[in-house]
């Protein structure tokens, strides 16, 4: 019996590992994530790029807040062109993240996004902080 996972073939192999293995190239995982911001060197700066009220409620720890509205040349300055930028949003149903992924790209920035988002990221059951006013 035919279905529509079998009807089509896999890729052959070579095909299979170029296209899996350039996805990593533009994003990382929440656990890769962790696991790194665990480091005293993670190698990147991480990026919520949510609005400020919503970076307030839970964000991952270290994560710097810039709404991808705001990265501009300028503000980007702060840090040298070679820095590796991760972005995330709220996860796999907010596209925030792409589009300040491809703002840093446009700016001629390294950068991933971090799949998942803060979905992903409790879904994992990570620490998020909190703004004091929102602890209640």
Known sequence: MSNAVVRVPAAASDLAVARFESELAFETDCWDTHEALASDHPGFVLLDVRSPALFARGHVPGA????HGKIIASRMAAWPGSTLFVTYCAGPHCNGAARAAAKLARLGRPVKIMAGGMTGWMDEGFEV???AEYTA
């Not at 710097?64 to 709404?67: G, S």
């Open 64 to 67: 710097i807040n810039l709404p």
């Open 129 to 131: 902080t909190r703004e």
